[in-house]
């Protein structure tokens, strides 16, 4: 491994990071994650600091570091549901804030970039599914729900502009669910947090 020498003392596991951090210590560490996970199971916890310091994440700008913080903390949660929440919510705030921060689906007058290319038959294009209708979670034009399958997903006026969201490249995603679990983030669509974790737990290792 390229980060400095992993450490065990009174149930806790230490990490330190170098910054910079480059991006072959990053891609080492993710290569790292399962078997971290098998060695803080039970009452093993990890710690993760850099230049011997905890990770400020408020202050943080730098993407990886973040997702340092937050593998972090899902390792230390020790029970399953809580886990599985802690991610839902960590990796939706997450693409909210990439859609909605950057106006990837450019709306302009309540129509979104696919809308305006009739990419889709009617308005809110995403929230229309084939056989199902509009989303009944959609609300004066506003989403009330947390669905992950929905943020996951980008239209092919987006793809077509090289913006799309792939599990594997999410690591919170890619390192901590099966592939079962995987194709239930990914696929189901227009249903409520609590009814994705649920399946997500039938179908935990």
Same mark, same amino acid.
């Given at each position: 491994?390229?980060?400095?020498?992993?450490?065990?003392?009174?149930?806790?596991?230490?990490?330190?990071?170098?910054?910079?951090?480059?991006?072959?210590?990053?891609?080492?560490? %993710?290569? &790292?994650?399962?078997?971290?996970?098998? !060695? #803080?199971?039970? =009452?093993? +916890?990890?710690?993760?600091?850099?230049?011997? @310091?905890?990770?400020?994440?408020?202050?943080?700008?730098?993407?990886?570091?973040?997702?340092?913080?937050?593998?972090?903390?899902?390792?230390?949660?020790?029970?399953?549901?809580?886990?599985?929440?802690?991610?839902?919510?960590?990796?939706?705030?997450? %693409?909210? &804030?990439?859609?909605?921060?950057?106006? !990837? #689906?450019?709306? =302009?007058? +309540?129509?979104?970039?696919?809308?305006?290319? @009739?990419?889709?038959?009617?308005?809110?294009?995403?929230?229309?599914?084939?056989?199902?209708?509009?989303?009944?979670?959609?609300?004066?034009?506003?989403?009330?729900?947390?669905?992950?399958?929905?943020?996951?997903?980008?239209?092919?006026?987006?793809?077509?502009?090289?913006?799309?969201?792939?599990?594997?490249?999410?690591?919170?995603?890619?390192?901590?669910?099966?592939?079962?679990?995987?194709?239930?983030?990914?696929?189901?669509?227009?249903?409520?947090?609590?009814?994705?974790?649920?399946?997500?737990?039938?179908?935990?290792?």
């Amino acid at each position: 491994m390229k980060y400095k020498e992993l450490k065990k003392k009174d149930n806790v596991i230490e990490m330190n990071f170098d910054k910079p951090l480059s991006e072959e210590t990053y891609q080492d560490f %993710l290569k &790292s994650i399962r078997k971290l996970r098998f !060695l #803080c199971r039970k =009452k093993v +916890n990890l710690h993760i600091t850099l230049n011997h @310091k905890d990770i400020d994440i408020d202050k943080e700008k730098d993407q990886r570091i973040i997702n340092l913080y937050h593998i972090e903390k899902a390792i230390n949660i020790k029970e399953k549901k809580k886990r599985y929440e802690y991610i839902y919510d960590v990796v939706c705030n997450y %693409l909210d &804030s990439c859609f909605q921060g950057k106006n !990837l #689906c450019e709306f =302009k007058n +309540n129509k979104c970039l696919g809308d305006r290319s @009739k990419k889709f038959e009617k308005s809110c294009g995403c929230c229309n599914g084939k056989n199902r209708g509009t989303c009944k979670y959609l609300v004066d034009g506003h989403c009330t729900i947390q669905c992950m399958g929905c943020k996951l997903f980008t239209c092919p006026s987006l793809r077509k502009k090289g913006i799309k969201f792939r599990i594997k490249d999410i690591p919170l995603l890619n390192y901590f669910f099966n592939l079962r679990q995987k194709e239930v983030l990914a696929y189901t669509i227009f249903t409520p947090k609590e009814k994705v974790i649920e399946r997500l737990i039938k179908f935990r290792w």
